[in-house]
């Protein structure tokens, strides 16, 4: 059913059960030229004519009053004036910048400082503007002796503090070219205007100095049409508009949020119930107001006014993004299932969307079973889990042949712009929401006018919310839609009990990380002993690294290469220096008095043993030649089975020493170079060990050697 509010329902709650709709949006080029800033914004695309409200209830936790805000300079004239000035209690009063509204006085009170000026009640007038322009009203005015922005407050007849909904004369519907006047419009006005100009005989109009944290509107019934169009200011310097086609709400509140739904801190990027009566899903909020929103484009004095840069800031791209598969130790590897963490680093705060192309296809698309991860990212570090290691459909992503590497993509987002909208039922023609100053091409594809939402069920801690979206209705978004000709729309009723949300962001560059999955998880213990040649004395240490190395039949083999490592020395004292498989020791390690001197020669030995639930194919291991130190050339030896072989330096075949030079490192030593070049081996075929020493191949070790610089 569709939801209608009776004008003498006294109850907040009851007003919002029965109908209340909440906005948050903005609006698109090709608006008339505009000459003033008021109401006639509001319904200069026909439709039906919206009440501005001033009222004593709430919802959401806002105060259903629209509180205008100016920035005027020193010397220059704002101009107001409403149809409730002198109608009853109806008043129009100017404050100071950051006064309290209710309990400072006004700088004007036009009805008791200017008797009979700031009455407009005309839809000619409100045309005209202020006199004097041609058939203009008189207008209340107030000349700021102190630049700033100023605060305007609007009553209905019924005063400061009445809370009642409008009417007209036993209907509620509004009408743009005869709006109601008289006492009826009770807790709000029909008509409203506030201008600045240079001086009080001058007609030229300063636009875009006029905003709200938010407005809230009555249109006084159902089957009533919004065509508003408004403009929205991030604070990152970002201008939007959006157009509304036609949406049929009731009362409504129109507001602008960086986040949209809220859960655990971070943005749902989903639409919820929770509205007319229903309830949020559990953990579930709605941020505030966060951009200002303005009835003509701002003007750059404005934007100054409030810190707002002259130019949308373009957000710098995430560094050192990179995959932490489930093996640890910096590893990309992760098994089948097991996902892993993504980490980056955010040059600035805003928010993120991290997408794997778990489809290989090349095209990062959530519609075609992609999975995106979207939140928050603040200064500096930060990580984001993909725990259960599925794609967008919830499928299990498998491992590729040939152990190839999935792509992942981050992007950080400036300006993103969310506009809820709350119970309203139906909105048939969708709405246009237009960047309207992008900084340069859109390094996702997408344009100023691509929008994004998703109507799909969802699961949101441990409840499931189903939200009912149908073909041929639109219901997933997320890849972007054009909204130039209208978007988001939806049929009869879909809106009602239901918080809708679109959200709007220009992309930073994007940066692109590799993972890897395998199919199982056989393990590969390894020991490394270090035999440091210092003059003549030889100091043994050994290394032993526990924990599961991925290895992989029909894929190129990798040995965990930073597990948590035991050091202990000829004498038996035992130290944890790290990642030991990379290189990480250091002479630091033995006494000082048998540390290797320039010249000399340290060899290392790693053991290997594959001990796990299942056979290894295509063994390959890696270790880095350490810091201060240069691989000695012929030095690496592989055994196996009891057989020592000499193994090659050129890695033609994926064995021997990979020089600084190489352009790619083979995925055994995870696609790194560390300057010093690797030693490789393939080892081939490792079955698991069933006993010790049986099979003789399910265990060896290789070795190399390099000179101490």
């Known amino acids: 059913m569709r939801s209608v509010i009776h004008p003498r329902l006294k109850s907040p709650c009851d007003r919002l059960v029965c109908g209340l709709s909440l906005l948050a949006v903005t609006l698109v080029l090709g608006m008339q030229p505009a000459q003033s800033e008021g109401s006639r914004e509001l319904v ?82 409100e045309i005209a503007g202020p ?37 007209a004369g036993g209907s509620s519907v509004t009408s743009i070219s005869t709006p109601v006047i008289n006492s009826n419009q009770r807790s709000s006005v029909s008509i409203w205007d506030i201008t600045v100009r240079s001086s009080l005989t001058s007609t030229a109009d300063l636009n875009g100095r006029v905003f709200t944290d938010y407005i809230t509107m009555i249109l006084g019934g159902n089957s009533q049409f919004l065509n508003s169009e408004l403009f929205i200011l991030t604070q990152d310097g970002y201008e939007y508009s959006t157009l509304l086609r036609g949406i049929d709400p009731y009362g409504f509140i129109f507001f602008a949020n960086a986040k949209g739904l809220i859960f655990g801190g971070q943005p749902l990027y ?117 725990g259960d290691g599925k794609n967008g459909n919830g499928v299990v992503v498998p491992p590729l042949p040939g152990n190839a590497s999935y792509r992942a993509r981050i992007l950080l987002k400036g300006g993103e712009y969310h506009f809820p909208l709350l ?26 006018t691509t929008n994004y939402f998703d109507e799909g069920d969802y699961t949101v801690g441990s409840t499931n919310v189903a939200l009912g979206c149908i073909a ?69 240490y050994t290394d032993v690294i526990t924990g599961a190395g991925a290895i992989d039949d029909n894929a190129s083999g990798w040995a965990n290469p930073t597990a948590t490592a035991v050091k202990s020395d000829n004498s038996g004292n035992t130290t944890n220096f ?7 020791v250091t002479a630091t390690a033995l006494p000082v008095a ?24 295509n063994v390959s291991l890696c270790d880095f030649v350490p810091a201060n130190t240069t691989y ?47 030693a490789v081996v393939s080892v081939g075929s490792a079955p698991k060990a069933t006993a010790s020493g049986t099979p003789t191949n399910s265990y060896g070790f290789f070795r190399f050697r390099a000179k101490v610089d």
């Open 472 to 540: 041929p209705q639109v219901c997933d978004g997320r890849k972007g839609i054009n909204s130039a000709s209208g978007a988001h729309n939806f049929p009869t009723n879909y809106g009602d009990k239901k918080i809708i949300d679109t959200w709007i962001y220009f992309p930073s560059a994007a940066v692109i990380a590799p993972l890897v999955i395998t199919p199982s998880t056989p393990n590969v213990r390894l020991v490394k002993r270090i035999s440091a040649i210092a003059g003549t004395a030889i100091s043994t």
């Open 578 to 584: 790290s990642s030991l498989l990379q290189g990480a």
């Open 131 to 167: 006199s004097p322009a041609t058939g203009g009203y008189a207008p209340c005015t107030f000349i700021p002796t102190v630049s700033g922005v100023y605060q305007v407050a609007f009553y209905g007849p019924d005063g400061k503090n009445g809370d009642t909904d409008a009417t």
């Open 270 to 386: 989903h639409s919820a119930p929770g509205s007319g009566g229903a309830t949020l899903p559990t953990g579930v909020t709605l941020e505030l107001p966060v951009h200002k929103t303005f009835f003509n484009t701002p003007s750059s004095a404005t934007k100054f006014a409030l810190s707002v840069p002259s130019i949308a800031i373009v957000p710098a791209p995430a560094t050192s993004f990179a995959f932490q598969g489930a093996f640890g130790g910096g590893s990309f590897y992760t098994p089948t299932g097991a996902g892993g963490t993504f980490s980056f680093n955010a040059p600035q705060s805003g928010s993120y969307q991290i997408a794997i192309d778990t489809n290989n296809d090349g095209i990062f698309d959530p519609t075609a079973g992609d999975r995106f991860l979207e939140g928050s990212a603040t200064v500096g570090a930060n990580t984001v889990s993909w």
């Open 44 to 125: 200069q695309n026909g439709g039906n004519r919206p009440y501005t409200e001033w009222r004593t209830s709430t919802t959401v936790g806002l105060l259903r009053r629209t509180l205008l805000k100016v920035y005027a300079q020193a010397g220059e004239v704002i101009n107001i004036g409403s149809s409730g000035v002198g109608v009853g209690s109806g008043n129009a009063v100017i404050f100071a910048p950051n006064a309290n509204v209710d309990i400072a006085a006004p700088v004007r009170d036009c009805v008791a400082d200017q008797p009979g000026q700031g009455v407009l009640n005309t839809r000619a007038k």
């Open 632 to 678: 000695v050339p012929g030095s690496i030896q592989l055994s196996l089975s009891g057989t020592l072989t000499a193994v090659p330096d050129g890695p033609a075949l994926g064995s021997g020493f990979y020089p600084n030079s190489t352009p790619v490192f083979p995925a055994s030593c995870m696609g790194v170079n560390n300057n010093r070049g690797a």
């Open 423 to 448: 119970d309203a039922e139906t909105n048939t023609n969708g709405f246009t929401i237009k960047m309207l100053n992008s900084p340069g091409a859109f390094s996702n594809g997408a344009s100023p």
């Open 594 to 617: 048998q540390r290797p001197k320039p010249g000399d020669e340290v060899e290392y030995t790693i053991y290997f043993l594959s001990d796990g639930g299942k056979d290894a194919s």
